[in-house]
């Protein structure tokens, strides 16, 4: 059985890095959701981003985690912090070409520094904060 975060824990550390990333003018909803929602491969998810009207919300899988024949627990402040940094490198390559952008390797190379950049900056902030 996988444990739960409370809704007003994800609320507080969505909070948390937002102020971080520097996102605090974000209007960004939080919630759980399942895979009906998410897709089958998805443990979180942005949604409804929008750079003219500074919001977006996040799915979270409500189980978090995935299925490879075990079961792998995530850091949920990793996952949120994965999803902000979407919105940021979204929004620099909003000028890109559309073609770029919706090409299979591009979204893999963003998903690994999406991924890698959570962490570490999970590492280092966290024992600050």
Not at 17 to 46: C, H, T, Y
Not at 64 to 81: A, P, Q, S, V, W
Request: contains cysteine; charged residues 25%.
């Amino acid at each position: 059985m996988s444990k739960r975060v409370r809704h007003s824990t994800l609320i507080k550390k969505l909070s948390k890095w937002q102020k971080v990333l520097k996102l605090s003018d974000w209007s960004i909803r939080i919630r759980f959701s399942d895979e009906k929602q998410m897709g089958p491969n998805n443990v979180a998810l942005l949604v409804n981003c929008s750079h003219d009207e500074n919001a977006a919300e996040i799915l979270i899988h409500k189980y978090y985690y995935k299925e490879n024949g075990y079961r792998t627990l995530f850091n949920i402040d990793t996952l949120i912090i994965h999803e902000l940094i979407h919105i940021i490198l979204n929004k620099k390559l909003d000028s890109f070409p559309k073609m770029i952008l919706k090409n299979k390797k591009f979204h893999n190379f963003e998903e690994f520094i999406c991924n890698h950049f959570a962490i570490i900056i999970y590492h280092v902030f966290h024992e600050k904060l």
